[in-house]
């Protein structure tokens, strides 16, 4: 099938790949994209770098773009969960917001994330469980950050 595919002048996987990194990095650029899905490995990957060099209008930036694709689900945990993230949005908005704040909300959206996917349907699971993982280990890297700047 895959010999078809390349003979019909389909792109093989390496091409679509090379074709969806500018259009990812447009997304994070991209504030006023109310109607694009957010993308969980994109939030992962995030995630897993150095959080506390992410600029707080990046973060706001990807904050909106959850928060409208969360916006009208009538489930309980989804609300919360979209409640959380309008509380982050607050705090990285703030002047005077402590980083022991925004990793204790962090660590929150972590727990809420992995008690959603633990009530998903296959393969949405897995992935809200590394999305909330993420954020239970981006909360504890930005509270050994304060850590040590207040140990100073």
């Given at each position: ?49 150095d ?52 990793a ?15 009530e ?33």
């Amino acid at each position: 099938m895959a010999t078809q595919n390349k003979s019909k002048g389909n792109p093989d996987d390496s091409q679509l790949e090379e074709e969806m990194e500018p259009k990812a990095a447009q997304k994070e650029v991209d504030s006023d994209a109310g109607d694009e899905t957010p993308d969980a490995e994109s939030l992962v990957e995030i995630l897993h770098g150095d959080v506390t060099e992410i600029e707080p209008g990046a973060a706001i930036d990807q904050i909106d773009l959850w928060v409208n694709f969360l916006k009208g689900h009538k489930e309980e945990n989804i609300k919360e969960v979209s409640s959380s993230l309008k509380e982050l949005k607050k705090l990285l908005k703030g002047k005077k917001s402590e980083a022991s704040e925004i990793a204790e909300v962090l660590s929150q959206l972590g727990e809420q994330t992995n008690a959603i996917g633990d009530e998903a349907e296959r393969g949405v699971k897995g992935p809200l469980h590394k999305v909330g993982k993420a954020l239970i280990q981006a909360a504890g890297k930005i509270e050994k950050m304060a850590d040590k700047a207040e140990s100073k």
